[in-house]
């Protein structure tokens, strides 16, 4: 007779022949059967038979016992009792919770999964498959593929490992820059296509957008053109001879005049096209690819042709209604000396970008210094704010072609919660959980050993990451040696704060609170920079933007600890670093209370304000990106650009239970409506496709920080 | 006079960053004012030297510039305000040239008595008459129903020589 019994659940339990007994009279009871005295001939029979099986396992168990009833002639029996044990795999199987995760899906019941992330319209077929595979994937990631103490931990709500859906089960990259240049230059392969240097803007923003399709198909974070402006215009030239070709061949009068105008709007409706393109993609990722595009510090009259172009085609709008586009993120670099002040060169586009900015929330600026006192070089974030460092100083091309490898992001308020009050307990218990992300991100890291290019071709072998490699090659020697980032992220600094030292005064009036928030994000520093030692890895610190984890770490605590008042109450944690949305500052005091923080976590970091409508005050919004420069390396200006097509209303819809109302003419119709607020770094339409509402909840609260009488 | 709220730093009410003050004190009571608390000139709190100084201070800061100062209300008009509000442009003026006033009054430009229009010589942009609600349109700029105007004031003065600019002090 066999020891244990190994469940399907895994769990082993002590062998109990009593159970196998019961089910036999069951099954008799069923049909009829009143033959009971052949039952310890039988269970004797069995336990014999099961002997050479230890342990043994469900499957085995309930062959031998059919058998042994055949084997006794009793046929009946053995079919209800088959028929009774499949009944309860059904069961079971429907009780399990990637059966439950599938129908959830189908059913539209299960909201925190649809509402996950608010650029996935979750109705659509191709987003369903998406979304199935990512149920699949997370289901085997958790059973299989990770350690089980991760497992755990993530569960728990004690760490958040982001991006489940895809990876470790894919081995998917998080976040990247492009580098296009290399593509576009020296030509590639996609599908069926050879793909040879373009000989005009138009074809070049075109071939831009069918990379950024396929890329962005490949990896599951945000795609980012860095410098685009500078990559592009010499594309604007080629358009510009081709014009000038064109006017020789005509006998046009003044065939400069003729060449540059021609170009112009050849210029404009190639960056449009683009837009549009990006706007109507849908990624086998089941959405709108989340990209970026950087650019602002070519100084040609090419490039400047493009800086304008990109922010003419946003001002214009998508569409009859003119909407709002929502991708791709633009990021403008802005420099003293080129386009920061009156008489730069370029100071002309600055105030087309406080334009843009003010009638379509993009773009975002990079102050050039800053970036690089954070981060050590310029470049534009990968995705929405992830930023790679300095360490391929040397190389011609330091940034294009490198990526982000994915974030496992720690809950600070849980631990600040366990340490009731005591910090040298909370940094106790920060390293031992340090420990457990470590070894998480290395999972993450460890999955793509051994991969080979051919999984994606566009990114190893035809250059979008930078380096072509054979289709058998490791794609590992593109990550090692600090050439990819892999980040620890952190969230909710104001509510550990809170935790430990209680709710007031507010962080903003306690140097106190103040120091001990840096203290922790240094702490977190610190562990990623001795990861980087230990490794071959480039370890970073990322603030994390959270779109759902906002919510799912409060939820998970406030299960745990309850609601306690600046901490779990809310319904949501606050973004990384960033000052308690409720907090009345100006946009200036916000400023200088986020200041430090980029420059530690350099890994990832934005800074925002919460602005009026200023379309008719640009000056003051220039006041405020003018004072960034000198303090934080990248701000957002987040200001109310709902519009209404019926009444021609531009500024703030009210949030009503009719959904988002027009304050002019009450229309709440969403067809004729157009409502964006920032999400995390990108744009969304809640009207639309609703946040998740711990989102939903911070976004309510948010003051705007120009409303704080003395 | 009394004032409601002082704003240290404004985007809102006029032209660039400002610094802005709302006095107490109104007496046309306009139907669906979005500041009616500010109507009774004993509402709010004393307007002290400290406080002119301090709006001067602001006003001079370097580190946020400010472009000027935005006078709103309650009425800086109001006749029991045109004391303080004239020795506080006054000094705008003198020490700060090129910081620029806007004011928002009820009263209708053509029809101020001589006391305020002594304070007019020292505004830049005046935005004028009483918000009539049937008229409100969130479209406008700088104003909120549609018979009111924002008037540019020394273009307005050179047109209308209705003020007798030596009687200004």
Known sequence: MPEHVIKRDGQTIPFNIHRIETA?????GSVQCHQTHLLPLLCTDIERELSGHQPCDIDTIQQVVEAALIRHRLVDVARSYIAYRRTRDIERERRSKLNDDIVGLISRRNSALLNENANKDSYVIPTQRDLLAGIVARHIAKTQLLPQDVVQAHEHGDIHYHDLDYAPFFPMFNCMLVDLEGMLTQGFRMGNAEIEPPKSITTAAHVTAQIIAQVASHIYGGTTIDRIDE?????????????????????????????????????FDAFQALEYEVNTLHTSNGQTPFVTFGFGLGQ?????????????????????????????????????????????PNYDIKQLALQCASQRMYPDILNYDQVVLATGSFKTPMGCRSFLDNRQQNSEHPHAGRNNLGVVSINLPRIALLAEQDSARFFALLHQRLALCFSALMSRVDRLKGVKARVAPILYMEGACGIRLKADDDIFQLFHDGRATVSLGYIGLHETANALFGREPHIYDCEHKQRFAIAVVETLKQATDQWRQKTDLGFSLYSTPSESLCARFCELDTKEFGVIPGVTDKGYYTNSFHLDVEKKVTPYDKILFEKPYPRIASGGFICYGEF???????????????????????????????????????????????????????NHDPQSISVTRRVCGYLGAPNARPFNAGKQEEVKRRVKHLATPL | ????????????????????????????????????????????????????????????????????????????????????????????????????????????????????????????????????????????????????????????????????????G
């Open chain 1, 24 to 28: 036999i009279v069951k099954a008799m």
């Open chain 1, 231 to 267: 990559i592009l215009a010499p594309y604007v030239t080629a358009s510009f001879h081709k014009h000038l070709t064109t006017a020789e061949q005509w006998n046009i009068a003044d065939v400069n005049a003729y060449a540059m105008q021609q170009t112009e709007r050849e210029c």
């Open chain 1, 300 to 344: 040609g009259w090419q490039e400047r042709l493009i800086q304008k172009a990109i922010l003419k085609v946003r001002l214009a709008g998508l569409g009859r209604n003119r909407k709002t586009a929502v991708f791709p993120k633009l990021v403008l670099a802005i420099k003293e000396g080129l386009n920061r002040s009156t008489n730069d």
């Open chain 1, 612 to 666: 009026p409508n200023l379309q008719h005050n640009l000056k003051a919004l220039e006041d405020v990106w003018d004072f960034s420069y000198r303090h934080v390396p990248y701000y957002g200006t987040n200001t109310p650009i709902d519009e209404c097509f019926r009444c021609g209303f531009q500024g703030e819809f009210n949030c009503t239970a009719k959904g988002f109302c027009c304050p002019a003419c009450a």
């Open chain 2, 1 to 168: 006079m009394n004032y409601h709220a002082y704003y240290p730093i404004d985007v809102v009410n006029g032209p660039g960053t400002r610094c802005t003050l709302f006095v107490s004190g109104c007496e046309h009571r306009c139907r669906g004012c979005y500041n009616a608390a500010t109507w009774n000139p004993h509402n709010g709190l004393p307007f002290t030297p400290q406080l002119e100084e301090r709006i001067l201070q602001d006003l001079a800061d370097t580190d946020i510039p400010r472009q000027g100062l935005s006078l709103s209300g309650g009425d800086p008009l109001y006749p029991a305000n045109l004391s303080a509000v004239f020795s506080l442009v006054k000094r705008v003026k003198q020490e700060l040239p090129d910081k620029d006033i806007w004011c928002w009054t009820g009263y209708r430009l053509g029809q101020l008595t001589k006391q305020q229009q002594r304070v007019l010589s020292f505004i830049d942009v005046l935005i004028d008459g009483p918000f009539v609600e049937p008229l409100k349109d969130p479209r406008l700029v700088w104003r909120g129903s549609q018979n009111q105007r924002v008037v540019p004031i020394a273009a307005w003065l050179a047109a209308n020589h209705r003020v007798d600019t030596q009687s200004i």
